[in-house]
């Protein structure tokens, strides 16, 4: 059975940028995480990429299968239709166990 994708969202609210869910539970390798927005165009950036291929930058709606374990952080950014630019540098948490 294939596995379904963990969605996080980045969303303006007010003159914020919020993501959700803030931390990702425990993911496991094998896992599958997206990030998605409906507010503009994104970046997410992990500061020790989890995924295979080249990281640290997530720019599309693509699922990606997690290959690494271990503890990460994300900082993210979204700049919206009409130029304004958010960031959430405060970095979301997560954590991959073997």
Known sequence: ????PYSVTLAVKG???VV???N?????????LRFDSK?????VEFDR????????????RRARTIRRDGRYNVSC????????RYAYTAGARGNVTP
Request: charged share 25%; proline share 11%.
């Open 1 to 4: 059975m294939p596995v379904k």
């Open 15 to 17: 003159r914020r940028l």
């Open 20 to 22: 959700h869910p803030h």
């Open 24 to 32: 990702i539970p425990d993911r496991k390798v094998g896992d599958k």
């Open 39 to 43: 507010d503009g165009k994104f970046q």
């Open 49 to 60: 990429w989890i995924f295979s291929g080249k990281g640290p930058y997530i720019t599309n």
């Open 77 to 84: 950014s979204l700049t919206t239709p009409t130029g304004e």
